[in-house]
Structure formats: C-alpha cells, structure tokens
C-alpha cells in the first residue's frame, strides 16, 4: 500500500497532468490555489515549470473605458478561427473582488459558450502580502503549461502594478480612445513607454484623426526599439472592425522579436523581477515567523506610531530575534 | 580635534536641525537623499523621528483631467491664509521624471511665489528596488519634521501603488469630476471604499448634479466609519469656488476622528505596512550581498528563462548561499 507521502505526490503528479491536458477544473482548482497562497500551488508550479514557455504573451491596457475587455474578446475570438487556445486574465487592481465567480466573467464567457479552447479568469487586488503582479504572473505560467497558446493578459494603465503586469507580456498594446481629454496626456505619457502596438479604438468616433496624428507625432519622437517602430492601428472592437489588421499587427511584431537579443533580455529581466519577489516572500515569512509572528509586529507598529520607537530601530529588533540580523556565517 | 567619525556626527546634527527649522535646501537634499535612497537618509531620519507625527496628512487622489493640482493648489492658499506652513507631495506614478526640477512644479511654485512657508516637490517612479509608496512615506516624514502642519499628498487615483499612498494619509479626498463616462465607474468602485470626502470639482459643467446623486447614493449604501458618513463638496477649483467650504469639512472630519480609536488604528497599520517593507528591502539586500551580489541573480534569471532550472530552485540556490536558508539557529 502506498504512504501517506507517496499518496500526495501521486494527488500532485495527477493535477499536474490533468492541468497540462487542459483541463478546466484543475486550471481553475490551481488559479485558486495560487491566489490563496496555498503550499500546495508551489509544487504545482514547479512540476509544470518544464512545460511552459510555449504561450505567446499580449498585454493589454488603457484608461478605464476605452474598451478593453472588448477588445480582448474580439483578438481571442480571431486566434480561436486559428484554433489556438486561448487563455484571458482580467486583472482589476480597483476591484475589491476576485475569483472564478466574477458576474464579468460569466458575462463574457457568454461570448464563447461552449466553447473548451478558452479560459477565461478575472483577478483583483489581494491582501497588502499578495502581490498581484506575482499571482498574474504564476496564472499565466499555468495556463501556459496548460497549453493555451495565446495568453491575453488586460489590465488598467495606470500605476506600477499595471506596469509590472504588462512588463510580463511578449507584445504590449496600448488603448486609446478620442475624447477622453487633452488632460489624459499625462497618462499616456507612462504608457507611451511601454507600448509595442497603439490600438486607436472607437475609430468611428469623433477626434479620431487627431488623436491618430497626435499619437504618431509623440510615436517619431521615441527611438525604434531593436528595430520595431511602434505602430497604430484604428478599431472599433464593438463591431469587430479592424480586429484582424490588429491580430496580424501583433504576429508582425511577434516575428520580429521572436530571435531578437531584445526579446531574450527583456524575458530575463522578467525572471530577475519574479525572483526578487519571491526572495522577498520568503525572507519576510522567516523573519515573521521566527519572531513569533505577526504579534510581535503589530506591538512594533503600535509602539512606532505613539513614537516610542523609531521604525529602524523595530525592523532591528524584529530582525534580531528571529536570528536574520548582523552578517551571514555561511560562505 | 574631532575625530572624522565625530565630524560626520556633527554634521548630521547640523542637518536634522537645519531640517526642523524649515530650511527649505537643507529639506531639497534630504528628498534627494531619500529618492537615492542614500544611507545618509535613514540616519537623518532616525535623528528627526522624535520630532514627527504633528502634521495633519491629506490625500487628494482622483483619475487624470479631475483638476486635482488646481484643487490641491487652492486648499494650499486658504492653509497658508491661516498661517499654516504647507507641503506639497504631487506623486504622479506614469512620469518617468522625479526630482526637484520639474517644470509642472516651477508652475505651480509660481501661484505661491516668495512665501516660504511652502513646499512643493513631485515624486515619479522609481527603479524596480525603489519603492514610491515608500519615498512618499519617508517625504512626508520629513516635512513633518520640518514643521509642514499640513501636508497635501496628490496622486493619480488607479492601482495599489495609489492605495498605499492614499492609506498614508489622515483623510482622503477622492475628486470626480462630471462627464468622465459612466465606465469610469469602475475606477470608482475602487476609490468609494478608501474617501473620507467626495470632491465634485468642475460642478459648474453639465452632468454635476447628477453626478452628485449617483455619488450619495453610492455612499448612502456605504455603512458610515466611526461614526463618519462620507460627504459630498462641490468645488470649481479653477475659480477657486466651495474651497473653503471643503477645508472646513476636511477640519470637521480631522476633529471628528482627533482621539478615535479608528484613526489610532490606522497609524499602527500604516507603520506596521511600513515596517514590513522596511525589513523586505532589508533582507534582500542581504540575501543578494551575501550571494556576491546581482550578478547571480542575473545567471540565475538567465537559466530559469531558458527553463535550465526552475524558479524556486533558483530562489533556494540564492539562499543557500547567502546563508539565509533554513530554520535559524537562534530564539
């Protein structure tokens, strides 16, 4: 009869298998297990690792408003004619909720019924110890290894976090609309940087060639990266126009970079990124931990906010009673 | 003669005094310290520590295009009518510009030209190691330190790099404007569960009074804090109308929560959010000098990118040789 021990490595290795078959259920059971921060999510992960990194990565992000979830189901409708699979993430660092049970996502799954080749999942933020970047990150991995080849990846655009989502991706696209006001430059200002592909959407709508012109005036004044000049590309998602330049935009860049050093870098420095984190993750919960938890913590910050403590001097303390402070013994 | 330990002593004294007094380059270059994140910047913090927690700290955060410096601008000027000496922290998390040089700021310094009783400085993003929220904080500190009774901290409303500014103030003002789209909503959801007082600025433009409706009518379902029921004030920052009205409420609101336990409670976990950011970039400092540095990392993100090694292992591998694995050895 096979231990306890064996037992669980054969649960393990069985999801692990039923994840990469594509199955919906493990895809789901694990997305909560890796927001719920469960031990068991690690293990998974790190079964899958091997199999991943075949999905093609596209973020997609914008002001709220410009249509973005739109859009994102119109892309995922033409890679689907391609019968790739397809995976969508819907990060929502406002949304106080999260999970498979989003009203959004039923709403949207409704778009695809039936349809097995995709999945799609809403995110929102997690608790001040989550990370969202982190948790979208290990999402992607899964339903990368999951074999969704196209894996959309949306998000606000605004903030850090969005940035850290968005640096995840292989291809970024930027959405605009016309009439959002002039004020919102300073927005496009931050994303200017991290676009690939400008999407102008609602094309139909007034304002339309101005902004167009706007953007390719601010679009020659930033330097090719690795040879690829960020282009845009006019929709109108509701009606499903211009979706497929769009689609065929985004391969353009794909084969571009698919040998590019650039590429190679920017995946790299992703991996740098995720690696401090979880460090961070780690190093936090042995320090908690072997100060006798969050109690001792919680005293600190009492005694730091009535200033009886400065808050270097808590941080010395924690760190000395849990045996991390002063210089390492080991070589 | 002082010994050159004594010397730097000295100096440092010098400084956190020049700081408590106001002095506004003494104050520029501590900012600078912090930004750079200058081993200097903790130890004139510790010094000025003791000497902090008197300023009231007001958050003004609200999508782009709400007007929110015109309206931070005018509440500066019925402080400063009131003698109160003022500090500005404009956080714009999409520039890839920070510092004291920032044309927007010379503008702004413009309207409060020769009056020294005021301090404006922008903060913009920071390298991954960085941390805004984090500099905010410590700027804060600081002005605190150098005797800014009021201290007005403004940022782009979207993201958690804006909800951990915001959650660093006494009270929030989240500012909406008519005529954003209703899909802005969204974005709203998220700002309703972190104001004190709703700003309805530009509540001459078409759509205010509905606007207003819809908001009390959201924030009637909103269950009221300690007491406080989220209040709406209607402002036209541009012609400096409903100002005073809103530095009323926001008095109203500070009395009202002067000896909560509410607000006793929020310090403690701001400075408990505080403290574990500080031991995070602590450890990791220490894990990475201790594994001879980026370079490491920089291989190990390498090998995970071409899947030659698994994440966690990589994390393990930084660990082990920065002598931070395992249980610790001490109680």
Chains 1, 2 share one sequence.
């Not at 948790?135 to 606000?156: F, H, N, S």
């Not at 931050?190 to 012109?213: C, H, P, S, T, Y």
């Not at 420095?269 to 100060?291: N, S």
């Amino acid at each position: 009869m096979a231990s306890p021990v064996e037992l669980a490595a054969q649960r393990m290795q069985q999801w692990a298998e039923q994840v990469r078959s594509g199955d919906v259920r493990a895809v789901s059971r694990a997305i909560t297990a890796i927001e719920n921060r469960q031990p068991d999510a690690e293990e998974l992960l790190r079964r899958l690792f091997p199999s991943t990194g075949r999905a093609y990565l596209t973020g997609v992000t914008g002001a709220p408003g410009t249509g973005k979830s739109t859009l994102v189901d119109r892309l995922a409708a033409v890679y689907r004619q391609q019968e790739e699979p397809v995976g969508i993430i819907a990060v929502d660092p406002t949304s106080p909720f999260s999970g498979g049970a989003i009203l959004g996502d039923r709403i949207r799954m409704q778009g695809h019924a039936g349809d097995a080749g995709i999945f799609i999942r809403s995110m929102a933020t997690r608790g001040f110890l989550g990370g969202l970047a982190r948790a979208t990150a290990e999402v992607a991995l899964l339903l990368d290894a999951a074999g969704k080849q196209q894996i959309l990846i949306e998000t606000v655009g605004v903030g850090q976090d969005e940035v850290d989502i968005v640096r995840l991706a292989d291809c970024v696209l930027v959405v605009l609309v016309p009439g959002l006001g002039d004020d919102i430059q300073s927005m496009k200002a931050g994303l200017m940087e991290i676009g690939d592909i400008f999407v102008l959407n609602k094309a139909d709508r007034e304002g339309a060639d101005r902004l167009e012109q706007q953007l390719l005036a601010m679009l020659s004044l930033v330097a090719p990266r690795d040879g690829w000049q960020p282009t845009v590309v006019r929709t109108v998602a509701t009606e499903a126009k211009g979706i497929d330049a769009l689609a065929e935009t985004v391969t353009e860049f794909r084969k571009h970079f698919e040998t590019s050093e650039e590429r190679r870098h920017k995946r790299a420095e992703h991996w740098k990124q995720r690696l401090i984190e979880m460090l961070q993750a780690q190093l936090l919960e042995r320090a908690l931990d072997g100060a006798a938890g969050e109690k001792l913590l919680d005293e600190l910050a009492a005694d730091v906010a009535n200033r009886k403590k400065d808050p270097f001097a808590a941080v010395g303390e924690i760190l000395a009673r849990s045996g991390l402070s002063g210089r390492s013994k080991h070589k």
